[in-house]
T-cell receptor
Framework: GAVVSQHPSWVICKSGTSVKIECRSL??????MFWYRQFPKQSLMLMAT?????????EQGVEKDKFLINHASLTLSTLTVTSAHPEDSSFYIC?????????????FGQGTRLTVV | LAKTTQPISMDSYEGQEVNITCSHN???????ITWYQQFPSQGPRFIIQ???TKVTNEVASLFIPADRKSSTLSLPRVSLSDTAVYYC???????????FGTGTRLQVFP
């Protein structure tokens, strides 16, 4: 299957700093990318949806100024957690979907464990 | 997007067949049904996808009745490595957002 690579796999940062997480589709063009966060023992919560070249669409309750999403190319999307605080510590996962119409599945990155200290 | 309902957890033993059912009463005409598997600290992994009747691949089978208001993921002869959370998603897979429900936590015992 297609490969979606997320980097870094884990990161520890100090409170108040910003962290950037990259999501790349390695062997297909991702027209749409999704960003999720997941707390322990909970399901994935969709944060935002981004289409290449367009502004991301954020889910209700997700602060767009805190979680900056850039989808500048068909193979790369980034999530920047600005002014991170301990409550932002979570598992962040990206997903990429490509193709046009039909039976198109989404592929997920391996996730990024963010710890804010 | 159709809401999905799954059992919170299931237990099984190695070698048994496991069937996980997902209810999606409000499924729309253009919606597909997709199942993902997630291990701890990893991103979800695609298992199988279907629209109606039965779909089978090397990993699982997906049974969808004629009214499409539910679906059943069947895992033949599970092993310990099948211990994971299984999510059922319903939607127009090339246009809809991917919304995850609670998932089913499958525990396989030796």
């Amino acid at each position: 299957g297609a490969v979606v690579s997320q980097h870094p796999s884990w990161v520890i940062c100090k409170s108040g700093t910003s962290v950037k997480i990259e999501c790349r589709s390695l062997d297909f063009q991702a027209t749409t990318m999704f960003w999720y966060r997941q707390f322990p023992k909970q399901s994935l919560m969709l944060m935002a949806t981004s289409n290449e070249g367009s502004k991301a669409t954020y889910e209700q309750g997700v602060e767009k100024d805190k979680f900056l999403i850039n989808h500048a190319s068909l193979t790369l999307s980034t999530l920047t957690v600005t002014s991170a605080h301990p409550e932002d510590s979570s598992f962040y996962i990206c997903s990429a979907r490509g193709g046009q119409g039909g039976n198109t599945e989404a592929f997920f990155g391996q996730g990024t464990r963010l710890t804010v200290v | 997007l159709a809401k999905t309902t799954q059992p919170i957890s299931m237990d099984s033993y190695e070698g048994q067949e496991v069937n996980i059912t997902c209810s999606h009463n409000n499924i729309a005409t253009n919606d597909y049904i997709t199942w993902y598997q997630q291990f701890p600290s990893q991103g979800p992994r695609f298992i199988i996808q279907g629209y109606k009747t039965k779909v089978t691949n090397e990993v699982a089978s997906l049974f969808i009745p004629a009214d499409r208001k539910s679906s059943t993921l069947s895992l033949p002869r599970v092993s310990l490595s099948d211990t994971a959370v299984y999510y059922c998603l319903v939607g127009e897979i090339d246009t809809d957002k991917l919304i995850f429900g609670t998932g089913t936590r499958l525990q396989v015992f030796p």
